[in-house]
């Protein structure tokens, strides 16, 4: 039978639009043509986001094969057109960071304690870190001839237990010893994580004295310890520990309430030795160089000036490095002023987005696992927003060169300092919010007085007493860094004290912070006008950190600790002698900054010696709570009608099967699934738990060691 085209073409009116777009987007793209490469570590960070997201490895593959299909797709679209260039290598990239993160935990896998055990054993000192503040001391060990224990585990003891303890030592001690902890409420800390990529199997504290060779007994301590005391000497209390902490990144000797007030005031990223800190030390290398050898008329004549002032900017930067412990943070800003110096002797704009671009790609590369910590995430996003702004034609008109007087120039840059810290707080807010679950609001104004104060006077002057001190002259300089950094903190002070000075909300979906992440950088990448449209999903992002309801009930890991919400905003706690981490961890995961009160002293609560009761809910929905708080046996038979009156039953014990609550029954078993809980109780009840289900990542299906030279037992009996 013969065939003949069809008068009206199936889906024309569809055929039509998409031959519009294409075009279309083409001029677009054409037009940002040199912003398109600041995608790609952004491509690679979605890539490993996706691998962290998704929980096991059936779901990884998948991943992978639809990336597979938008290249295909990509090469369908035609690589002539850089829509199809785009498509085929975002996807490719993608896939790479998937890859990159998987391969990464895999290369990094080491075992993992399985249970708390208390246990002798002699181990290596690979690195000690005194916390004067607390009194105590950190080490990270390596325990020795003993293949029942992970190869590395993290203890902390008291100071007088060692306190000249150095790198290296050889130690005997005593120490009980847990698996590294979980996130203990959703949204929170989940050190397993972290513990997993620094190859960290196990930590714990040390009981009673430890055993030393005396051979190894009063060693010479580190370069870092040996500074760090030094400073500590010269500079008491917390003042000293930021002392130390921008020469050698030691913040061990700063009071808990002082480093509090310093996150609340939105100064807390001067304790952290990062890009400002690298960069003043380069950029002050780099001005005495170029001073110094400007006086010899050879090199000045020959050009050498300034390629050997910018070789002694990245020996200092490099030397500041290793002396601050080469953290991540500090190798990653110190990777970014060597390539500011390359650019810079290239005569190529040394600060632009394409540098903070290869920057993040270096970083990415070499620790993908760093895109899940704060860290990265605030320091790239606030560089990112800075970088931005300043190539933004309103702020350039702005800040432009012109015939004023003094007074002006002044307040003009004053002001663009100021509209910076705003920028930059606006950029940080998402983030801090989701890790921290707060948000310092007065940041930028803050960041005025401090970051020219920490650059230009606790900087100079602190390397001026160093410098000095070796000639026993350093006391006046010492002096004057004492008071600017006295001065920084009440700076602090005022501020955290300040009304207002802080925005806390509990913790929020993944997916909102993802979609507030993804229109922020589309609006800071692209330079036309279609970067309003990334407006959209950082508003949706936005409100949904702004609308996320408070959970009603916060129920630990372990069970015995449980926070319910009051009708004015705050919450009390089941256990009011709960020490500080507690109540930290249960305040930023309800999102509240009041202080939390004791359940047993309100009037609607019930409380004998073994359980509490009370309602809990919103509005019309109100649940029957019981919760246990003894710890005497109590048969099920006894149990079995207050658990059938009530709605939730929680306990940190095993519970009987006589006892089930009517909705949710939660007991040491189902917490051993789920984790933390969140509880949401209105019309519709919901509970978010830590622990996913089937989550597959390595850190969570780990090989376990039993540290008591027993082997860990299996469902499979004949194994």
Not at 24 to 47: D, N, T
Not at 69 to 79: D, E, F, N, Q
Request: glycine share 10%; hydrophobic share 50%.
């Amino acid at each position: 039978m013969a065939t003949r085209l069809l008068q009206t073409p199936i889906a024309a009116r569809w055929a039509t639009i998409l031959h519009r777009i294409g075009p279309a987007l083409e001029a677009r793209l054409e037009a940002e043509r040199e912003r398109i490469g600041l995608w790609l570590p952004v491509a690679l960070g979605a890539g490993i986001a996706a691998w962290f997201a998704l929980p096991a490895e059936t779901h990884w593959i998948g991943f992978l094969l639809l990336m597979a299909g938008g290249m295909c797709a990509g090469a369908l679209i035609g690589w002539n057109n850089r829509s199809g260039r785009m498509v085929v290598v975002g996807c490719g990239v993608m896939a790479a960071g998937v890859l990159l993160i998987w391969a990464r935990a895999i290369w990094v896998a080491a075992p993992v304690l399985a249970a708390p055990v208390v246990t002798e054993f002699s181990a290596i000192v690979e690195r000690a870190e005194p916390l004067p503040a607390k009194g105590q001391i950190r080490i990270l060990a390596l325990p020795q001839q003993r293949s029942d224990l992970p190869p590395r585990v993290r203890l902390t003891l008291r100071s007088e237990q060692a306190a000249d303890l150095t790198d290296g030592e050889t130690i005997g001690v005593r120490a009980r010893l847990m698996p590294p902890p979980t996130a203990s409420l959703p949204g929170g800390y989940d050190f397993a994580q972290r513990a997993w990529f620094d190859r960290i199997g196990a930590v714990g504290t040390v009981l009673g004295d430890i055993s030393r060779a005396p051979a190894q007994r009063g060693a010479t301590p580190p370069l870092r310890a040996r500074l760090s005391a030094h400073i500590h000497d010269r500079i008491e209390g917390s003042p000293g520990g930021i002392a130390a902490a921008l020469v050698t990144g030691d913040r061990g000797a700063i009071s808990e309430a002082d480093e509090e007030a310093m996150r609340r005031s939105g100064l807390a990223h001067l304790l952290s030795i990062s890009g400002l800190h690298v960069t003043a030390v380069v950029g002050f290398a780099m001005f005495l160089t170029l001073r110094l050898l400007a006086l010899n008329r050879r090199l000045a004549l020959a050009g050498y000036v300034l390629s050997l002032a910018a070789a002694a900017g990245a020996l200092a930067g490099g030397g500041y490095t290793l002396l601050a412990g080469a953290e991540v943070p500090t190798l990653r800003s110190f990777i970014a002023a060597l390539l500011v110096l390359v650019a810079f002797l290239m005569g190529r704009e040394a600060l632009t987005l394409r540098l903070v671009a290869a920057g993040a790609l270096i970083a990415l590369v070499w620790r993908p696992e760093s895109l899940a910590g704060p860290s990265f995430q605030l320091s790239f996003a606030a560089v990112t927003a800075i970088i931005a702004l300043h190539e933004s034609r309103p702020m350039r008109a702005f800040l432009a060169r012109r015939d004023e007087t003094w007074l002006f120039r002044l307040g003009r840059g004053v002001a663009g300092l100021l509209i910076t810290g705003l920028i930059v707080e606006v950029a940080l807010a998402p983030i801090a919010l989701f890790h921290f679950h707060k948000a310092g609001l007065y940041g930028a104004l803050a960041n005025v007085v401090a970051i020219p104060l920490t650059t230009f006077v606790i900087m100079p002057f602190e390397a001026l007493a160093l410098l000095f001190d070796t000639i026993g002259a350093g006391a006046p300089f010492w002096w004057i860094t004492e008071q600017a950094l006295r001065l920084l903190l009440w700076l602090a002070h005022a501020v955290a004290d300040a009304p207002g000075a802080v925005a806390t909300l509990p913790s929020f979906p993944p997916w909102g912070f993802g979609l507030a992440v993804f229109g922020g950088l589309w609006i800071l990448l692209w330079q036309t006008r279609w970067r309003h449209a990334g407006f959209v999903p950082l508003a949706i992002g936005a409100a949904t950190l702004l609308f996320q309801p408070r959970p009603d009930l916060l129920v630990t890991g372990d069970g015995r600790h449980i926070a319910a919400a009051l009708p004015d905003g705050s919450y009390a706690l089941l256990r009011d002698r709960a020490g500080d981490y507690i109540r930290d961890t249960m305040a930023e995961a309800a999102g509240t900054d009041m202080p939390l009160a004791a359940l047993a002293g309100l009037g609607h609560v019930e409380c004998n010696r073994d359980f509490c009761r009370w309602k809990q809910g919103r509005g019309r929905a109100q649940y029957v709570i019981l919760a246990s708080r003894g710890r005497d046996r109590i048969e099920g038979a006894d149990m079995a009608a207050a658990c059938a009156a009530a709605d939730v039953v929680i306990s940190d014990r095993w519970l009987p099967r006589e006892c089930a609550g009517r909705w949710m029954t939660i007991d040491r078993d189902s917490l051993a699934a789920s984790g933390g809980l969140a509880l949401y109780l209105g019309e519709t009840p919901k509970a978010v738990a830590t622990l996913k289900a089937g989550d597959g990542h390595p850190w969570r299906l780990p090989q376990q060691l039993s540290g008591n030279d027993e082997a860990i037992p299996t469902d499979d009996p004949a194994r």
